[in-house]
T-cell receptor
């Protein structure tokens, strides 16, 4: 069983469309994250949820909206996609989102290409 | 915010020891230091974590000086499969935890 799974793995879509990326973790973790990795490989956190509550919301456009139906899922919905949204999006989870830097488990990533 | 600085790239040869240093001058008292490894087309993978002095596991060693303003990841006897990007991670000192990655060091191991 994959610990952190994302779907889809690849996503090609046109500008202006709305798309969602799903993430599920079966580790029983209470914190989940979304990261964006651009073409220069810079890995930047976008959101973090702890027990279904948003605890980190970095400076991302309002077009990005995370949804956490339960603590095992954190989906990412993107409205009105733009060319600059093209990147690899990673979901991750960890046991705690507190100060201790515990191990985070990452999904395989979703490569989003906006054309 | 705790910020990290790493070399952008490093080259090595099979069988050598590789040391990658990360600077984190603003590390907070309660922050731990964590290193991740990322292969192409995969998510980052935890390698090692430490708070001070030295930590060793089956994959690597982590050396942290007393002032904790830097850390060094040591990979013994690297192989071609160790070619990857290595990220240094420290906790945010701003009150809520933000897992902030450094720019990463691209390690290329040559035959």
């Amino acid at each position: 069983d994959t610990a952190v799974s994302q779907t889809p793995k690849y996503l090609v879509t046109q500008m202006g469309n709305d798309k969602s990326i799903k993430c599920e973790q079966n580790l029983g973790h209470d914190t989940m994250y979304w990261y964006k990795q651009d073409s220069k490989k810079f890995l930047k956190i976008m959101f973090s949820y702890n027990n279904k509550e948003l605890i980190i919301n970095e400076t991302v456009p309002n077009r990005f909206s995370p949804k956490s139906p339960d603590k095992a899922h954190l989906n990412l919905h993107i409205n009105s996609l733009e060319l600059g949204d093209s990147a690899v999006y990673f979901c991750a989870s960890s046991e705690t989102g507190g100060r201790r830097n515990t191990e985070a488990f990452f999904g395989q990533g979703t490569r989003l290409t906006v054309v | 915010l705790a910020k990290t600085t790493q070399p952008i790239s490093m080259d090595s040869y099979e069988g050598q020891e590789v040391n990658i240093t990360c600077s984190h001058n603003n590390i907070a008292t309660n922050d731990y230091i964590t290193w991740y490894q990322q292969f192409p087309s995969q998510g980052p993978r935890f390698i090692i974590q430490g708070y001070k002095t030295k930590v060793t596991n089956e994959v690597a060693s982590l050396f942290i000086p007393a002032d904790r303003k830097s850390s060094t990841l040591s990979l013994p006897r690297v192989s071609l499969s160790d070619t990857a990007v290595y990220y240094c991670l420290v906790g945010d000192s701003g009150g809520s935890y933000i897992p902030t990655f450094g720019r990463g060091t691209s390690l290329i191991v040559h035959p």
